[in-house]
T-cell receptor, first 121, second 114 residues
Framework: GAGVSQSPRYKVAKRGQDVALRCDPI?????LFWYQQALGQGPEFLTY????????KSGLPSDRFFAERPEGSVSTLKIQRTQQEDSAVYLC???????????????????FGDGTRLSIL | AQTVTQSQPEMSVQEAETVTLSCTYD???????LFWYKQPPSRQMILVIR??????QNATENRFSVNFQKAAKSFSLKISDSQLGDAAMYFC???????????FGTGTRLTVIP
């Protein structure tokens, strides 16, 4: 696709409900990231995938948060038993991970989606 | 732990003038990357400019340039000839070499006055 696509754009849920947020990265991008952006704050890292492998989930705030990318393309961030403090914008980003002969190259620019604004009532 | 500090919550600039946004960071690493991202009201984060710490030359992208002071751990963004479309939140971000996640500052909201 032309850019990173996230859906839904807005999500309102009652406290205690489960939600699922979708991210469709740029075609060919191996790396996929999820960030949480609270109101008036910068984004905070949640988790990172390289293809279907979740290589870093150190930023997930609790075991209620779960992310998957089963086929190495689309990713879903799931939040179980939502709480009011989960209200935030959830950003997805993807990047192209180069692996030239003899080494890896990371730190490629990340391309962000529009985000999903989650409101927990 | 890496931290990124943006001490200016809000800045304003007259159209066609120059403005500088400040950013400092804390790291024990010698090799890393620094970024400035722009986030307009539509929310999509857009990369403005990127600096590799091992390069002494300051990065430049058209009207955007940085002043990278490695010893001082300072990474400021200069916007020349400001345009109305430059109005947005600007985030400074850090990434450790070989790692992948970005550490963001709290942002600076830039207003451009016609």
């Amino acid at each position: 696709g032309a850019g990173v696509s996230q859906s839904p754009r807005y999500k309102v849920a009652k406290r205690g409900q489960d939600v699922a947020l979708r991210c469709d990265p740029i075609s060919g991008h191996v790396s996929l990231f999820w960030y949480q952006q609270a109101l008036g704050q910068g984004p905070e890292f949640l988790t990172y995938f390289q293809n279907e492998a979740q290589l870093d989930k150190s930023g997930l705030p609790s075991d209620r948060f779960f992310a998957e990318r089963p086929e190495g393309s689309v990713s879903t961030l799931k939040i179980q038993r939502t709480q009011q403090e989960d209200s935030a914008v959830y950003l997805c980003a993807s990047s192209f991970f180069l692996t030239p002969a003899g080494g890896e190259v990371g730190n490629q620019p990340q391309h962000f989606g529009d985000g999903t604004r989650l409101s927990i009532l | 732990a890496q931290t990124v500090t943006q001490s200016q919550p809000e800045m304003s600039v007259q159209e066609a003038e120059t403005v500088t946004l400040s950013c400092t960071y804390d790291t024990s690493e010698s090799d890393y990357y620094l970024f400035w991202y722009k986030q307009p009201p539509s929310r999509q984060m857009i990369l403005v400019i990127r600096q590799e710490a091992y390069k002494q030359q300051n990065a430049t992208e058209n009207r955007f340039s940085v002043n990278f002071q490695k010893a001082a751990k300072s990474f400021s963004l200069k916007i020349s000839d400001s345009q109305l479309g430059d109005a947005a939140m600007y985030f400074c971000a850090y990434s450790q070499t070989g790692a992948n996640n970005l550490f963001f500052g709290t942002g600076t909201r830039l207003t451009v006055i016609p």
